[in-house]
């Protein structure tokens, strides 16, 4: 029986999340049960909840999850002051997943704009794949779907640890199974490179990409097969290159083109932009929850995130090796 506990956006604060009793109101949905403050926030973030679980597993999987046997209870602590975070936690049993618990803080307005959408993608994708992930994969697919200001300060980060050598190499990131010592630049950079890789074929084939690396431990070769590039060094520098530029978008026009299923690499640069883009965002109950901007309605107008691309240029990492760091954050 392997546990693993996935830690959340914030993971400075798990301590304190977990200090103390939070919960003065409960709430239950199909696959939720909510503590929180008040009734009114237990109602609002487990309906938040259920309508994300629905709609991100259709956004990433193609299709809404079954309902699992147990809720998953979700520990909510909400405070206009407290820092967004949170963690969730489950067991992977005999190709199985159960024992869900979550545990979330924030203002209100940030957890369920943030906070909640990467919980609840950490359960979808164990749900799916009942396996470990690389925590780049799905750390940074997580971060994909929370609100575009936490988006930006990943991108500012991401700038900041490129060009003060706190960069990972991909073989590396490739392979860590467990958060590393120094945990920020992993976060920064596997959200920058799932935002690159969902750019340019969609959620659902970033899901397709994970799933062919996991089975074979291969993923260069599944990134030949979903992306059409020989290797994970060479997808390092294609990235790169892509992050000096300002993260440009693909081009609409060359979109549309599937990959190859096999095959060497050829021009990657055509045949990256050739691919599928993110499909057009669903409105959502979520979406039109008032007083509140949802993933949803801002996924199609992502803002520019602000970024130095010259101070990349200025500085690369051109190994992309990280530097030791004693500090751990957990
Ligand atoms: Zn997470």
Known sequence: MLRRSLEGLCLAWLAALLAGPVSAAGYRTANFVVDAPTAEQ?????????Q??????????????????????????VAPQLGAGGATSFVFDAGEVFGWTMSI????????????????????????????LPRWADEGACTTVEHPVERARQHRLLIEFL????????????????????VLPLYAQGYSLARFLIERGGRRRYVAFVGDGLGGNDWSGALGRHYGLPDVAQLQGVWLEWVRQGCPAPPAALVAVSPPATGPAGDWSARGRGQSPDPAPQPSAVASLPGRRSIYALQARRPSEP????????QPPATGVAAPETASVR
Do not use: K, N
């Open 105 to 132: 803080q924030g203002s209100e307005e940030r957890i369920l704009d943030s906070v909640l959408p990467h919980e609840i993608t950490h359960t979808i994708f164990a749900s799916h794949f009942r396996r470990p």
């Open 307 to 314: 970024g130095s691309a010259t101070a990349v240029t200025a």
């Open 52 to 77: 994300y679980r629905h709609d991100l597993a259709v956004e990433w999987l193609g299709g809404p999850l079954p309902r699992w046997s147990r809720p998953c209870p979700i520990r909510a602590q």
């Open 42 to 50: 237990a109602r609002r973030i487990g309906d938040a909840a259920e």
């Open 163 to 182: 060009t003060t050598q706190r960069g990972i190499a991909f073989p590396e990131m490739f392979a860590m199974r467990e958060y590393p010592a120094d």
